[in-house]
């Protein structure tokens, strides 16, 4: 074993080296951090110009020009919901145009103006913007050839006035004047808003916005003193009143409210009256809306599908199903007879596709209507059916009625191919195997009459969960076996 006083002596002798040689190791590095090349800071991004809120809460300016293609602006609304325009003024020779959207929405969402493909100003309405939230504008150069160049201005109205349903009020305009209402609608329980304006003298021209688009109807109430449409709930409404007549008048204006959502049990059938067509404050319809069992439940896993019947109506009816409260193309549109029938379509998870779908997180809306001048009664039913989770090797028995349909559903592992037996029918069946994003086979062997249907599918690369679909055609109820091996 080494002596403690040469170990001493050792590590003495050490640091007696490295002391000596620091001076010499940090002029190393200086000089290599001279060297080395140095991080830029061109690559960063330049932070986007921020137009301020004055002390009104109502006006926004911001004179710039613009050399590049296009610019971003932001700006943070104050705490009053307000009707926004934005003005641009073109000062050069280029094509300009602007788009604004909520800030986490980027390009996708918002309102935008480009009416004129020269140097002419664009000024638009940016729409209903919320309170305390952050916009980013996009000027655009749309040119080629020509820098872009002007001076943007923003304005909000003032606050408007909140309109309280079936409550008329007597308002006094001035010539040329322009007056703002509010609408919030409360809830779901009405399919319709119905704005009506009466005047003596004037002609006054309403512009609706909303939150979710720059403009959603005009309507001259010179010509026809209401102006209907669906609300969605959830975003706020701003009416802008033009006095045209250049004098001034007093006006009644009034909230109004058609179209009672009524509330449908899944199993119970409801009976209904659809009002004649033509009268605006009586709209040909009727209005229904109900849950599917997952969200009574609060069990999503669970799969349905559904079947709606619509029957003993006396004129030519239709009904349409959506989640998106009356506003947007609907999910299914159900009609089949185009004259007096009835008229029954089916749905999957509140769908058309047979796909693999989510089932429904929100309610379904039903809107039963014609086309008629006269009113007409009928009866709605919309029945609720489990999807069976099948289990290779198990055979499982099921009913089916004349011209119906029955659901399944299988999930496969990899690689392995599966036959698919329909048997011990009593009408004419057939069957569709149904995969995420296509029908994996259509199985109709036999045309007429009862007889078994088997066919296959081969083996897959990873684990796939597939819909079946058994359909009657020969209008006689019965019942049958199906099994997957």
């Given at each position: 074993m080494m002596p403690a006083k040469k170990i001493l002596a050792g590590s003495g002798l050490f640091s007696q080296v490295v002391f000596r040689q620091i001076p010499v190791l940090l002029a190393s590095v200086i000089i290599l951090s001279a060297c080395a090349p140095q991080e830029s800071?061109?690559?960063?991004?330049?932070?986007?110009?921020?137009?301020?809120?004055?002390?009104?809460?109502?006006?926004?300016?911001?004179?710039?020009?613009?050399?590049?293609?296009?610019?971003?602006?932001?700006?943070?609304?104050?705490?009053?919901?307000?009707?926004?325009?934005i003005y641009l003024n073109n000062s050069s020779a280029a094509d300009m145009g602007w788009g604004i959207a909520p800030e986490n929405e980027g390009v996708a969402?918002?309102?935008?103006?480009?009416?004129?493909?020269?140097?002419?100003?664009?000024?638009?309405?940016?729409?209903?913007?919320?309170?305390?939230?952050?916009?980013?504008?996009?000027?655009?150069?749309?040119?080629?050839?020509?820098?872009?160049?002007?001076?943007?201005?923003?304005?909000?109205?003032?606050?408007?006035?909140?309109?309280?349903?079936?409550?008329?009020?007597?308002?006094?305009?001035?010539?040329?004047?322009?007056?703002?209402?509010?609408?919030?609608?409360?809830?779901?329980?009405?399919?319709?808003?119905?704005?009506?304006?009466?005047?003596?003298?004037?002609?006054?021209?309403?512009?609706?916005y909303s939150t979710n688009e720059n403009r959603d109807k005009s309507h001259d109430f010179s010509i026809s003193e209401h102006l209907s449409m669906t609300m969605l709930i959830g975003h706020d409404y701003i009416l802008e009143l033009g006095e045209m007549s250049s004098q001034a008048d007093t006006y009644e204006i009034t909230l109004g409210r058609a179209g009672e959502v009524l509330p449908l049990s899944v199993g119970v059938p409801i009976s209904g009256t659809i009002a004649p067509y033509g009268d605006p404050l009586a709209p040909a319809a009727t209005y229904f809306k109900?849950?599917?069992?997952?969200?009574?439940?609060?069990?999503?896993?669970?799969?349905?599908?559904?079947?709606?019947?619509?029957?003993?109506?006396?004129?030519?009816?239709?009904?349409?199903?959506?989640?998106?409260?009356?506003?947007?193309?609907?999910?299914?549109?159900?009609?089949?007879?185009?004259?007096?029938?009835?008229?029954?379509?089916w749905m999957v998870n509140g769908k058309t596709d047979y796909s693999i779908t989510p089932p429904p997180t929100r309610p379904m809306y039903l809107e039963v209507y014609h086309y008629d001048t006269v009113s007409t009664p009928f009866e709605i039913l919309v029945e609720e059916f489990p999807v069976p989770v099948l289990t290779s090797g198990v055979t499982v028995s099921s009913s089916i009625e004349a011209g119906g349909f029955r659901y399944f559903k299988f999930t496969s592992t990899e690689f392995v191919a599966h036959q698919f037996n329909l048997t011990n029918t009593q009408s004419n069946l057939s069957f569709e195997v149904i995969g995420q994003y296509k029908t994996e086979v259509s199985c109709d062997n036999v045309t007429s009459g009862a007889g078994d249907e088997i066919c296959s599918i081969g083996d897959h690369y990873g684990s796939a969960t597939y819909k079946i679909k058994v359909q009657e055609h020969d209008g006689v109820a019965g019942t049958f076996d199906f099994t997957v091996w």
């Amino acid at each position: 074993m080494m002596p403690a006083k040469k170990i001493l002596a050792g590590s003495g002798l050490f640091s007696q080296v490295v002391f000596r040689q620091i001076p010499v190791l940090l002029a190393s590095v200086i000089i290599l951090s001279a060297c080395a090349p140095q991080e830029s800071e061109d690559n960063s991004e330049p932070p986007i110009p921020e137009v301020k809120l004055d002390t009104s809460h109502n006006v926004f300016v911001e004179s710039s020009i613009w050399g590049t293609s296009s610019t971003t602006l932001r700006f943070r609304t104050g705490n009053v919901r307000g009707l926004y325009y934005i003005y641009l003024n073109n000062s050069s020779a280029a094509d300009m145009g602007w788009g604004i959207a909520p800030e986490n929405e980027g390009v996708a969402g918002g309102a935008g103006c480009n009416n004129f493909s020269d140097t002419s100003d664009e000024n638009c309405t940016a729409g209903v913007l919320e309170p305390n939230q952050s916009y980013l504008i996009y000027v655009n150069n749309h040119s080629s050839f020509y820098d872009a160049g002007g001076t943007l201005l923003i304005t909000m109205t003032a606050e408007a006035t909140l309109l309280t349903p079936d409550t008329p009020t007597s308002v006094a305009i001035e010539a040329g004047g322009r007056h703002y209402y509010q609408v919030i609608p409360e809830n779901d329980s009405w399919a319709l808003h119905i704005i009506t304006v009466t005047s003596t003298q004037s002609a006054i021209t309403g512009d609706l916005y909303s939150t979710n688009e720059n403009r959603d109807k005009s309507h001259d109430f010179s010509i026809s003193e209401h102006l209907s449409m669906t609300m969605l709930i959830g975003h706020d409404y701003i009416l802008e009143l033009g006095e045209m007549s250049s004098q001034a008048d007093t006006y009644e204006i009034t909230l109004g409210r058609a179209g009672e959502v009524l509330p449908l049990s899944v199993g119970v059938p409801i009976s209904g009256t659809i009002a004649p067509y033509g009268d605006p404050l009586a709209p040909a319809a009727t209005y229904f809306k109900y849950d599917s069992r997952p969200l009574l439940t609060f069990t999503p896993g669970e799969e349905y599908y559904y079947k709606i019947s619509l029957t003993g109506a006396g004129t030519d009816v239709k009904w349409r199903a959506g989640e998106e409260f009356f506003v947007s193309n609907p999910i299914l549109w159900c009609d089949n007879i185009a004259d007096v029938g009835d008229e029954i379509c089916w749905m999957v998870n509140g769908k058309t596709d047979y796909s693999i779908t989510p089932p429904p997180t929100r309610p379904m809306y039903l809107e039963v209507y014609h086309y008629d001048t006269v009113s007409t009664p009928f009866e709605i039913l919309v029945e609720e059916f489990p999807v069976p989770v099948l289990t290779s090797g198990v055979t499982v028995s099921s009913s089916i009625e004349a011209g119906g349909f029955r659901y399944f559903k299988f999930t496969s592992t990899e690689f392995v191919a599966h036959q698919f037996n329909l048997t011990n029918t009593q009408s004419n069946l057939s069957f569709e195997v149904i995969g995420q994003y296509k029908t994996e086979v259509s199985c109709d062997n036999v045309t007429s009459g009862a007889g078994d249907e088997i066919c296959s599918i081969g083996d897959h690369y990873g684990s796939a969960t597939y819909k079946i679909k058994v359909q009657e055609h020969d209008g006689v109820a019965g019942t049958f076996d199906f099994t997957v091996w």
